[in-house]
């Protein structure tokens, strides 16, 4: 996630904190000091109340820690390797290398985080009833309710909370299908968004404003991770053994770097119809030269200039011919691209497009064909 602060290392992961976090902290801070303690411990002084808000905040913040660390930690444990733990507006992302490889994979994993919220809230509680002053006794009661809502939340069965991939890791294990199982638990889980930003909606008209946006704001942030869990578990169907080579185009149109502007635009843009051209010196790739490049460089120097000068140079995004239809897929979608060269040992040897997937997707769906290759992922 962009915009994070380091805060360490533990076991090779990364530990850091979005900005949003920051946002969270004093909100938390706040609400605790003028709402939640006043009322708890009545009868101390704006310092003291503003002292136990913080505490309460880092004790939380300690707690979604704890809660993702106890996930990266029984991931690691079963071989996947965990990059980075990011605490954010929403709580907290352990960012694992690779999708989980087996159904009991993923339950061992999704329960941990959950089984050490529990664990935490019964300890606050029982250091809350041995706490010397009603101050701590609040303070440790707080987080031990913290922890216990931070359970509950995240057992919800929708994906990608841990109750939903726990409800996945199940039905993966019962259909032996990864694709339908996050099919499904996905479907839930944007049920559970829906559902939350209709209960955020309610709270807010019935006097909680802020208590409301935050929710309807968890809820619409759930239904977009489920969304596009959904999808891409389709795109990976549909895609699952095509390879880049399979549907790039061969013979892609390329120029020279020393063809003039001019040239590129009269032979080929305007006679063609394609919007971007990968530039090639021999056979290798140098860059890539699209319409936007030519409409910023005035007319009257489309005679002198060449394409060279003013294509972007590599290092481009590109593919090899082997690679995964559904990771080209990707990467267009996160970069907006419309076509990636495809590149072998650096010489061009295609480009694959998005008018190309999509022609396969048309004709696939015509004849209903990718609905025999369910698979068994596990
Ligand atoms: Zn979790």
Redesign the pocket.
């Known amino acids: 996630m962009g915009g994070s602060l380091v805060l360490g290392e533990i076991r090779g992961i990364r530990i850091q904190v979005h900005y949003t976090w920051l946002i969270v902290f004093f909100l938390i801070t706040w609400s605790l000091a003028a709402g939640v303690f006043p009322r708890l411990v009545p009868g101390l002084n704006t310092g003291a109340y503003l002292g136990l808000g913080a505490a309460g905040t880092v004790l939380l913040f300690g707690s979604v820690l704890l ?2 660390l106890s ?1 990266s930690l029984v991931a690691q444990r079963l071989g996947y390797r965990v990059r980075s733990i990011t605490l954010f507006i929403f ?2 992302i352990a960012a694992m290398e690779a999708e989980v490889r087996r159904a009991r994979d993923e339950v061992a994993v ?1 329960a941990a ?2 089984v050490m919220s529990l664990g935490l809230a019964a300890l606050f509680f029982v250091l809350g009833l041995a706490a010397p002053d009603p101050a701590a006794a609040a303070l440790l009661g707080y987080s031990a309710y913290a922890n216990l809502a931070l359970a509950a939340f ?1 057992l919800l069965p929708g994906f990608p ?2 109750g939903g991939r726990i409800f996945r890791g199940i039905l993966w294990l019962a259909w032996h299908d990864f694709y339908r199982a996050t099919d499904v638990a996905s479907l839930v889980g944007q049920g559970i968004g829906w559902l939350l930003v209709a209960g955020g909606f309610f709270l807010a008209l019935s006097g909680d404003i802020l208590g409301g946006i935050w929710l309807a704001f968890i809820g619409w942030f759930l239904n977009n991770a489920a969304e596009a869990a959904r999808t891409q578990a389709n795109a990976t169907r549909v895609f699952k053994g095509i390879r880049v080579r399979d549907v790039m185009d061969a013979y892609p149109r390329a120029v020279p770097p020393s063809m003039t502007v001019r040239q590129l635009v009269r032979d080929h843009i305007l006679r063609e119809g394609i919007r971007a051209f990968p530039v090639v010196e021999g056979d290798r790739l140098v860059g890539i030269v699209t319409v936007t490049d030519v409409r910023n460089l005035p007319e009257d120097e489309w005679e002198e200039r060449a394409v060279g000068t003013v294509m972007t140079r590599m290092p481009l995004r590109t593919v090899g011919p082997e690679a995964d239809l559904a990771a080209a897929v990707e990467v267009m979608a996160a970069t907006g691209l419309n076509q990636l060269p495809v590149v072998a040992d650096g010489r061009l040897v295609g480009v694959v497009s998005r008018a190309s997937v999509f022609r396969l997707l048309q004709v696939r769906r015509e004849l209903g064909a990718y609905r025999d290759e369910e698979a068994d992922r596990g």
Do not use: R, T
């Open positions: 809660h993702e996930h709580g907290g999704a985080g959950p995240n909370l841990d």
